[in-house]
């Protein structure tokens, strides 16, 4: 029972890596085709491209680790590539959350501008 849960959890990294990375290369690919696109956001799927690869390769090791070869050393590298691709996922959220921040700040004086350039128009007829 504990074996299979094991085996289970591996294929759910494997998925869910494989699935993560297609879509994440997919995305970069298209944002390719628009330059300045690409340059804001890069900074956010190439790491959650790595991340996803780093997942997918704690599955593969996880299961072998399961299945065909058992080793102490198998085992420490899908902690090490686990632990990899969650510090790189983080890092891409961190900085998602501060190109929203970002955003959010820009939008709030664009908008205080025009609401001043309205007010200004008013008082002037």
Known sequence: MY???????????????????????K????????????????VLWLPILISTLFFAVSGILHLADHTLYPDPLTDLLYEIATIIGVSVF???????????????????????QIHIEEQLQVETQ
């Open 3 to 25: 074996e299979s849960l094991h085996i289970i959890g591996g294929v759910v990294y494997l998925v869910l890596g494989g699935l993560g990375s297609f879509y994440a290369l």
């Open 27 to 42: 995305t970069l690919t298209i944002l390719h085709k628009s330059p300045e696109l690409l340059k804001t956001q890069r």
């Open 90 to 112: 983080t890092v891409a959220v961190l900085r998602y959350s501060h190109m929203q921040i970002e955003y959010y700040s820009l939008k709030q004086n664009g908008l205080k």
